[in-house]
């Protein structure tokens, strides 16, 4: 017997955009997240737009289960075109029992609330309603989820707002602002993400690099001395165990 495909969601007219995220999140369900130990899709985040789009139309096609890295991608193809809809990456570094644990999340900002999508083996730390006044709010509801598993949240990092032109060249920004959270007291790390969200929101904020693919690769051995703070961790990337 086939599997049977979920329909891809459509957007309507009649739809709120609650809703339409709510359909979204709901056909990312019916994919399933990935438990299996394989990566189905090849998801290299240095790649330009226009590339990952394609990877995610492919999802679309072979309805395989995805794991959190695959639903920011498919989360941005499919609330492209929604320009009231602004998107942007959310990354969680956590550690738990001696390890550390990366997961990600697509932040979304719509008439001044803010929400996510994502998926994760975890109910409470993929999609959130958009419901939260602050990004901060939000931040804090996903240390919170954390919490209850044990998890410690050493850092957060927040991207750029993605462009809605799915031919775009421009890489997405994963890593605008990085706060070493476990260092920080509540007030500071609000302080911290409400201005950064304000200026997200202004969109003065650049890409913080040109050449970040070189970046990434080289896992910034002297390359880019003062971005140091975020390469060491990257070797143990156990992705989403949240």
């Not at 090849?42 to 990952?52: A, V």
């Not at 695959?70 to 602004?86: C, D, F, K, M, R």
């Not at 927040?158 to 007030?187: A, C």
Request: aromatic fraction near 10%; charged fraction near 25%; charge should be positive.
């Amino acid at each position: 017997v086939q599997p049977s495909v979920p329909p891809v969601p459509n957007y309507k007219l009649s739809m709120s955009i609650p809703e339409w995220l709510q359909a979204i999140q709901t056909y990312m369900k019916m994919l399933q997240y990935n438990h299996t130990g394989t990566q189905f899709f090849e998801i290299r985040k240095t790649r330009p737009l226009s590339g990952l789009m394609e990877t995610a139309k492919e999802m679309t096609r072979e309805s395989l289960p995805i794991k959190c890295l695959e639903a920011v991608i498919l989360g941005i193809y499919l609330t492209n075109g929604q320009p009231s809809v602004e998107r942007f990456p959310i990354s969680f570094k956590t550690h738990f029992s001696g390890n550390y644990f990366h997961h990600v999340v697509l932040g979304i900002y719509c008439n001044g609330r803010y929400g996510s999508l994502g998926m994760s083996r975890r109910s409470d730390l993929m999609d959130k309603p958009l419901t939260y006044r602050t990004l901060s709010d939000l931040i804090f509801e996903f240390e919170d989820s954390y919490k209850k598993y044990l998890h410690s949240v050493k850092k957060v990092k927040i991207g750029l707002y993605v462009p809605h032109e799915p031919h775009s060249f421009q890489p997405i920004e994963w890593k605008q602002l990085v706060l070493n959270v476990s260092k920080m007291m509540r007030t500071e790390v609000r302080k911290e993400l409400e201005k950064f969200a304000r200026d997200m929101r202004m969109k003065i904020l650049k890409p913080s690099s040109a050449h970040s693919p070189m970046k990434e690769r080289s896992r910034g051995k002297s390359l880019s001395p003062h971005r140091r703070q975020a390469s060491p961790q990257r070797r143990v990337c156990r992705r989403d165990k949240s």
